[in-house]
T-cell receptor, first 117, second 112 residues
Framework: GENVEQHPSTLSVQEGDSAVIKCTYS??????FPWYKQELGKRPQLIIDIRSNVGEKKDQRIAVTLNKTAKHFSLHITETQPEDSAVYFC????????????????FGQGTILTVHP | NAGVTQTPKFQVLKTGQSMTLQCAQDMNHEYMSWYRQDPGMGLRLIHY???????DQGEVPNGYNVSRSTTEDFPLRLLSAAPSQTSVYFCASSYGQGMGYTFGSGTRLTVV
């Protein structure tokens, strides 16, 4: 099955700096890559996603890039703010036509991002 | 539109007891999943469903059962609770492949 590795496990930055979180995946059939933000005690919330037919996607201060050849994707946050402090998860899913594995979303282990004022 | 609703929010069980965690969504989502979240372990998939009557196992299915008799509901049953099942459980739903999952607010379960 799919395996998603996420690095780093913790990331500390100063307010205004950029933050980059990287993920690799194992299944070349994976074609959907969402990112979730989870604040302390809250549920994970989708912040951005990318599909395999796109190399990069931006939404204000956040962007995601995808390298299908190398099987890795990254989250970029620019001009970080204290409210960006949270745990960030990457994930991957496939679109197999057979069986039900297309319903599976596999998560990375998470990155604790701390933005210091 | 309530989204994904999980009940209860907190539960304490004794070892060996059984219980059902409830999950309901009102968004007409086809896909539903159950995850458990333990410190340092991320979100691990327990069971998932791609439609009513269709379920499959995730990476940590042992000790849990699911059924999907309707599109709206996806209950998770703990057969005989063990301390190792102490965790936060999240239910999530999605329109389908290539669409983001919406998470419920979670159930914090403690097994003593």
């Amino acid at each position: 099955g799919e395996n998603v590795e996420q690095h780093p496990s913790t990331l500390s930055v100063q307010e205004g700096d950029s933050a980059v979180i990287k993920c690799t995946y194992s299944d070349s059939a994976s074609n959907y890559f969402p990112w979730y933000k989870q604040e302390l005690g809250k549920r994970p919330q989708l912040i951005i996603d990318i599909r395999s037919n796109v190399g990069e996607k931006k939404d204000q201060r956040i962007a995601v890039t995808l390298n299908k050849t190398a099987k890795h994707f990254s989250l970029h946050i620019t001009e970080t703010q204290p409210e960006d402090s949270a745990v960030y998860f990457c994930a991957a899913s496939t679109s197999y036509a057979g069986g039900t594995s297309y319903g599976k979303l596999t998560f990375g282990q998470g990155t604790i991002l701390t933005v210091h004022p | 539109n309530a989204g994904v609703t999980q009940t209860p929010k907190f539960q304490v069980l004794k070892t060996g007891q059984s219980m059902t965690l409830q999950c309901a969504q009102d968004m007409n989502h086809e896909y539903m999943s159950w995850y458990r979240q333990d410190p340092g372990m991320g979100l691990r998939l327990i069971h998932y469903s791609v439609g009513a009557g269709i379920t499959d196992q995730g990476e940590v299915p042992n000790g849990y059962n699911v059924s999907r008799s309707t599109t709206e509901d996806f209950p998770l049953r703990l057969l005989s609770a063990a301390p190792s099942q102490t965790s936060v459980y999240f239910c999530a739903s999605s329109y389908g492949q290539g669409m983001g999952y919406t998470f419920g607010s979670g159930t914090r379960l403690t097994v003593v």
